[in-house]
């Protein structure tokens, strides 16, 4: 079975600072990584993801995230956050192998971008 | 081209009440998913339809029912509504390699 920690829940920022939101994840088995994100009162967007390849994987709006084997993890980064980027980010895992389909979600991390 | 539908946008019942929601998708994709989000909790999944015809629980499926009437549509039924159900409600489609695509969500609320 697949899971997933968000090791924080709320993460503050300044405009224009950098920012990583961090994602663990274990699994016996090869998987897929992946980070959501969700703006107030709506549904979640693929910001990036995962399959295989490089392990440097770079997203929509700026953002790019580094897929760890060795250490299991699946961190989110950007150089410069804009308050656009206050929102909900969620890490997510499913298993590489046909037919599975299912994700396992983390319990997100509001990201504040202060003004 | 609407991708996923979801209605109603908000709902509020009275313990015991019962009520349907409904999801939609023009993307013809075959997998659809309904997730139940929680403050502090992420998004939980409740059932999921791998085709048309076909239903299976996920993590969080008591209390609720399914029906995968054809490959557009994926409603999720509460038969006797609890405040534990209040929440925000999801439907995805899955569109390719696992990456899934989210409708904008309903909001129910249980009194």
């Known amino acids: 079975a697949q899971s997933v920690t968000q090791l924080d829940s709320q993460v503050p920022v300044f405009e224009e600072a950098p920012v990583e939101l961090r994602c663990n994840y274990s699994?016996?088995?090869?998987?897929?990584l992946f980070w959501y994100v969700q703006y107030p009162n709506q549904g979640l967007q693929l910001l990036l993801k995962?399959?295989?390849?490089?392990?440097l994987v770079k997203g929509i709006n700026g953002f790019e995230a580094e897929f760890n084997k060795s250490q299991t993890s699946f961190h989110l980064r950007k150089p410069s956050v804009h308050i656009s980027d206050t929102a909900e980010y969620f890490c997510?895992?499913?298993?590489?192998?046909?037919?599975?389909?299912?994700?396992?979600f983390g319990t997100g991390t509001r990201l504040t971008v202060i003004p | 081209n609407a991708g996923v539908t979801q209605t109603p946008k908000f709902q509020v019942l009275k313990t015991g009440q019962s009520m349907t929601l409904q999801c939609a998708q023009d993307?013809?994709?075959?997998?659809m998913y309904w997730y139940r989000q929680d403050p502090g909790m992420g998004l939980r999944l409740i059932y999921y339809?791998?085709?048309?015809?076909?239903?299976d629980k996920g993590e969080v499926p008591n209390g609720y029912n399914v029906s995968r009437l054809n490959k557009r549509e994926f409603s999720l039924r509460l038969e006797s509504a609890a405040p534990s159900q209040t929440s925000v409600y999801f439907c995805?489609?899955?569109?390719?390699?696992?990456?899934?695509?989210f409708g904008p969500g309903t909001r129910l609320t249980v009194l």
């Open positions: 997510a895992v499913s298993g590489s192998w046909t037919g599975a389909n299912n994700l396992f």
């Open positions: 699994s016996s088995v090869s998987v897929y």
């Open positions: 995962y399959l295989s390849g490089s392990t």
């Open positions: 993307m013809n994709h075959n997998s």
């Open positions: 339809s791998a085709s048309e015809g076909t239903t």
């Open positions: 995805a489609v899955v569109k390719r390699v696992n990456e899934q695509f």
